[in-house]
């Protein structure tokens, strides 16, 4: 192999994760010019492209997939491998790239990724929002974050959280004017804020318990969906109608009266949101100090100590 294009690999793999040549730029710190250059130099070396680019968007090729499906692994080991050589010194250093869905960023995100800044001041996390089920290894993250369930068995999964319910809340504004449900039935006679998943299109039909315990799927009415949890729980809020969103986030909405809770029987247990990376990438120091920390707050709520501060 050319020598030459070993810095390249990088570029691709950027471009790649940036979803765009200026957006790659910007990370790298280059021009997009000089980007576009080392992508072209790569894809001439191979004879094939790798993207295909229009004025609005840049995607892998069929070539292009199946390049990255083996230079993101193969990348990942160096950068492991350059983690632990500096391991030596104590240092916890470079940058830790992690996908996560919307939800799980105040759930559990925000204090791991603020305490990790007070410990590993050399170490930077960047955070991709994301709720769809990413290969993190094509797209060049170290590690993501899943519900329990949806985590592929291939991966180290680590709790983040405990389990928690989804749950059914509206105001009571809005159950004053419209009444509350009496059953799961009841909700077709109500304003629901649904969830419409960006990846597949599909609009997500509520995961509840009917009156014998058994799993039910239900498709409900409404005048508003979105595909961010967290801004159903505004227009909850604001009085528009029910959300269906995970306890933990309206946790002190229910505790303060500005929000109620709906047929608590119907709640659909869910198991917890997981660290996932691959096995390979468990050694990373970076990766390790986070996964140390997440136990070590996981182990504190459940024993009702204060989070680290």
């Known amino acids: 192999m050319d020598r030459t294009l070993l810095p390249h690999l990088a570029i691709v793999l950027a471009v790649h994760r940036r979803g765009g040549f200026a957006a790659a730029a910007a990370e790298l710190g280059m021009s997009a010019s000089a980007v576009s250059h080392a992508v072209r130099a790569v894809e001439d070396h191979l004879g094939q492209p790798l993207f ?12 292009g997939v199946g390049f990255i499906a083996m230079l993101a692994p193969a990348m990942g080991e160096i950068a492991d491998a350059v983690d632990r050589f500096g391991e030596s ?30 410990r590993h001041p050399e170490l930077v996390i960047e955070i991709t929002c994301d709720d769809g089920l990413a290969d993190i290894v094509a797209s060049g993250h170290d590690a993501g974050v899943r519900l329990g369930h949806t985590v592929a068995q291939d991966m180290v999964a680590v709790r983040l959280t405990p389990p928690f319910q989804a749950i059914m809340v509206a105001t009571p504004r809005y159950l004053e004017l419209a009444g509350e449900p009496r059953d799961i039935e009841a909700l077709q006679q109500h304003n629901c804020i649904g969830f419409r998943f960006v990846t597949s299109g599909g609009v997500y039909a509520w995961d509840l318990r009917d009156e014998g315990g058994a799993h039910v799927s239900v498709e409900v009415p409404g005048t508003v969906r979105v595909t961010d949890a967290l801004y159903a729980r505004e227009l909850a809020l604001a009085d528009v109608g029910i959300a269906y969103i995970f306890e933990p986030l309206v946790r002190a909405e229910l505790r303060e009266g500005r929000l109620r809770r709906l047929l608590p029987r119907s709640a659909f247990e869910e198991p917890g949101l997981f660290l996932y990376f691959p096995r390979r990438a468990a050694q990373a120091p970076k990766l390790r100090a986070f996964v140390d920390l997440a136990r070590e707050m996981l182990e504190k709520e459940a024993s009702g100590q204060p989070e680290p501060r």
């Open 89 to 118: 010194s104590g240092r916890v250093g470079g940058v830790l790239r992690i996908n996560a869905p919307h939800v799980a960023l105040p759930l559990v995100m925000t204090p791991l990724v603020a305490e990790m800044s007070r």
């Open 52 to 63: 295909a680019r229009t004025t609005r968007s840049v995607r892998l090729t069929e070539a």
